[in-house]
């Protein structure tokens, strides 16, 4: 694949309307759409996109489907694809050529795709992610100063977490991963939720994420 300039900036585009999703794909014949859902899922999934946007170069508009959804429905009937959130999608001259959705996005998944219709960067690029961390902190900052037991602190993170669908880089995903693994492993309340301390000691462990988040 032919390579481009170092540090060229990454295209992310919010594609808010069909007349948006258009102009995209016209403006750029080669490109993805990822469509953002309203769960972790759709921070995880573009965490691993975003892994490979640092190392190629496909312009990504993304549609926030709660917000946008004349756009996700646009992009639903001219592709003929069912929707899912989330959801990638590459386009070649207008024209859907690969696509997956959930779970599925995975680099196992991304990385043959890539490679066989991606250009190549000549450097690593940059990826305009969402910088949104703060609620984090603000409850990280209250239980290290006593303001939450482990009990109700662990309920509010995961309960915070899994409802984020920040476009969010893969290190800040593992990073605020880190804490109590996969939300989707609690079904319920707190009875279906591991002790605190299971994972290590609590409070240490939440001032090194909180130092590494920076």
């Known amino acids: ?15 808010t309307t069909p007349e948006e999703v258009d102009q995209f794909l016209t403006e750029y014949p080669l490109a993805a759409v990822f469509k ?81 219709h991606v250009p190549v960067r000549a450097g690593e690029g940059s990826v305009a992610t969402d910088d949104n961390a703060e609620p984090y902190r603000r409850l990280m900052r209250a239980f290290l100063d006593g303001q939450l037991s482990e009990w109700a602190f662990q309920d509010q993170y995961v309960n915070m977490f899994r409802d984020d669908a920040s476009l969010r880089s893969q290190r800040e995903f593992e990073l605020l991963s880190r804490l109590f693994g996969d939300p989707d492993a609690y079904h319920g309340g707190l009875h279906q939720l591991g002790a605190p301390q299971d994972r290590g000691d609590l409070r240490a462990r939440v001032q090194a994420l909180l130092t590494e988040l920076g």
Do not use: Y
């Open 1 to 15: 694949m032919t390579q481009t300039a170092q540090n060229e900036p990454q295209v992310l585009v919010p594609l």
């Open 36 to 116: 953002a859902g309203t769960c972790h899922k759709t921070m995880q999934g573009f965490g691993v996109l975003e892994t490979f946007l640092q190392r190629h170069e496909l312009p990504v508009g993304f549609i926030r489907v709660v917000d946008w959804r004349p756009a996700s429905n646009h992009v639903a009937q001219r592709t003929g694809l069912v929707h899912h959130s989330p959801q990638l999608i590459l386009f070649q001259d207008g024209q859907a050529r690969f696509e997956v959705n959930n779970w599925d996005i995975t680099p196992e998944t991304l990385a043959p795709v890539f490679a066989q």
